[in-house]
């Protein structure tokens, strides 16, 4: 079951300087006052409610929508950056030199960290993660398990199983130590900042900690609704025989150096892809067994 109660934001060792980019979302509303409570100094950028969006599209996952916060973040010297989506139950975060950081990094730190107080414990994460942080969470002496994307899908298997930390690479992260498993951005960056305020290194330097592989973005060609599971089917039976196939959401194949993931979006009539290895060349010669497959299915729309 998962934990339940009031949250406990463990006192910091030292304050942080905090740029907020809440994209003119609700985030602005509450983010810099939850902040400054804590005891760190807040700049607010873009903290206006406004639902035209006239700086640029609340979502913390694309890059180009960090922009404006990581310079900022060097402009004013700051600790970190962080940025919420519209309705602030996603994060996303910049570290001192700007740098954007992918969510299933973030989730890996807090994930290390929650470990130490809860060793054993169970961590969830979606089939878009990178594999670091599944191997992140067992060397850190959890127990990480791969699902499907979705936010009720993670909450729901975080109650079947029971897991403190859950999250996905579109940057819902959900909480269940000491709190009630929900995807709050607000509790999210609560916790990254009391890992940075407690620890003796910068934001970008616990990132370094963890290793690095090449991803390639996630594509998303168009696919009928009606077409992608007999496509999905397609494709595996395609890939047999050349690495081990999860098949939790679509399939994910594991390669000698890396992985390729083909699922059907919830929500679009859309296929989502995504690439990771140890190189670049790895990555894309993954990618390119996939694009073969799917050229035997005209309705998928061609992305290479």
Known sequence: MLRSGALKLRIKTHPLKIVVDAGNGTGGIFAPKLFRTLGHTVI??????????????????VPENLR??????????????????????????????GN?????????LLARDMLTRHPGSTVVGDVLSSQVLFDA???????????ASGHSLVKAKMVETGALLGG?????????????????????????LQVLATAKQSLAALNASLPTLYSTPEYRPHCPDEAKARVIDGVRAALEGKGEIVAVDGIRVQFEHGWGLLRASNTEPV???????TSEADA?????????????????????
């Open 137 to 147: 969470v067992a060397q850190a002496g959890g127990t990480p398990i791969m699902w």
């Open 284 to 304: 894309l010669a993954y990618r390119d067994l996939f694009m073969a497959a799917l050229k035997n299915y005209p309705e998928v729309e061609a992305i290479i």
């Open 168 to 192: 996905e690479m579109s940057g819902h992260i959900f909480l269940g130590e000491d709190y009630y498993g929900f995807d709050d951005a607000y509790v999210a960056a609560g916790r990254l």
């Open 68 to 97: 404006a916060l990581g310079d900022k973040v060097r402009e004013v010297g700051a600790d970190l950056g962080i940025a919420f989506d519209g309705d602030a139950d996603r994060m996303g975060a910049v570290d001192e030199q």
């Open 100 to 108: 954007g950081i992918a969510a299933d990094r973030l989730l890996a």
């Open 271 to 277: 296929l989502s892809l995504r690439f990771e290895a």
């Open 44 to 61: 607010e950028l873009f903290c206006e409610p406004d639902g035209s969006y006239p700086n640029h599209q609340p979502d913390p996952q």
